[in-house]
């Protein structure tokens, strides 16, 4: 039997990047975003907007620490403000109810949020590639993972990875022990010590717990199951907000195709900035993970990728149906595509090459 077993928590974090299951309380919420700045300027964001925001961990939210670190939307008179939260499943429950306007988080959060009701998003793509299942010395196949246990975050990309993986090749979470962890060092570190016999992790992490566990072994990478450059976090932004400043919004997605294009320059000088601030992990490890998780900001030839992993998340139980395709909304990814063209064209990572 698929048993869910959960690492003691007083605060039952779930994933991550902070999906709470009890998200159906962020469907309902009212709150208007926060930030709002008094007047609009014709053709500019609001002046002095401060857009609250959450984040999670991976390096699918560099370009998003670089937008803050950097300070790279300041030119258009944004501020981002990142949410400290007291626990990882205040991240996603912050946002669906309304305490932030914006957050980067896996696609499959947003999905579960969307479905609860939340008037949430999906504005433009963070990262992708880099969710990783890894498994100790002898188990080399599916079939080897039958009876052993697995470390992963609840309704999060790095549960759907491994239902996908063992549902390609005939079995289910019923042939394996599913454990659920709280942040991304913990699981890690399970996995280093030898708590558990397989993990589904993110990059920089992932690639610590190959180097530093002897004999484990990549089972998927992601790409033999979905394709390069398959989708893992999303921008995800509040519809009020977007209807009340979309400047802002725009300015926040120009920071980030910045952002992708400083990384693609110089790949160090961007974890420089980030490592110990934002990842856990040596620079070390964070440079060998760094080409297997990339940014890439206009991942809109990941639309129906995204939609389609609904039905994953139904089958988990995590939605009652699947997200219609106006979940996903390219329009001001575009029109910041259109008005800053020269940025654009030399991105290495984008959906027209």
Not at 204 to 221: E, H, I, M, W
């Amino acid at each position: 039997m698929f048993e869910r077993v959960l690492t003691p928590s007083p605060a039952r974090e779930f994933s991550r990047r902070g999906f709470l299951r009890t998200s159906s309380a962020a469907g309902v919420s009212i709150a208007l975003p926060l930030g709002f700045a008094a007047s609009l300027m014709p053709g500019l964001a609001r002046a002095e907007t401060v857009i609250k925001a959450t984040h999670g961990s991976g390096l699918c939210n560099l370009a998003f620490f670089l937008a803050k670190k950097r300070e790279l939307t300041k030119a258009d008179g944004v501020t981002l403000d990142f949410v400290i939260t007291p626990t990882n499943a205040d991240i996603a429950t912050l946002f669906g109810a309304g305490q932030v306007d914006m957050s980067v988080i896996p696609y499959s959060n947003f999905l579960t949020l969307y479905d609860a009701g939340a008037p949430v998003k999906i504005v433009a793509g963070a990262g992708v590639d880099g969710c990783i299942l890894i498994a100790k010395e002898g188990i080399k196949t599916a079939a080897d993972l039958k009876g052993k246990t697995l470390g992963t975050f609840q309704a999060d990309t790095l549960e759907v990875l491994p239902y996908d993986y063992l549902k390609k090749a005939g079995l289910s979470f019923k042939d394996v022990k599913v454990r659920y962890f709280n942040t991304s060092p913990e699981l890690a570190q399970a996995f280093i010590n030898g708590g558990v016999d397989a993990i589904c992790h993110i990059e920089p992490y992932a690639t610590q717990c190959l180097t530093s566990r002897n004999g484990s072994t990549v089972l998927s990478d992601g790409s033999d199951i979905y394709g390069k450059n398959y989708s893992d976090c999303v921008l995800a932004v509040r519809t009020p907000l977007i209807e009340k400043n979309p400047q802002a919004v725009k300015a926040v997605i120009k920071a980030m195709f910045l952002a992708q294009s400083q990384a693609e320059t110089d790949i160090d000088a961007a974890l420089r900035d980030t490592v110990g601030t934002y990842y856990k992990t040596t620079m070390e490890a964070a440079k060998l993970a760094a080409s297997k998780q990339p940014i890439m900001i206009d991942q809109r030839k990941n639309t129906q990728f995204i939609l389609d992993r609904g039905q994953s998340m139904k089958e988990l139980g995590y939605v009652k149906k699947l997200a219609p395709r106006g979940a996903i909304d390219w329009t001001l990814l575009d029109q910041v595509i259109a008005e800053n063209k020269s940025l654009y064209a030399g991105l290495k990572l984008k959906t027209v090459a």
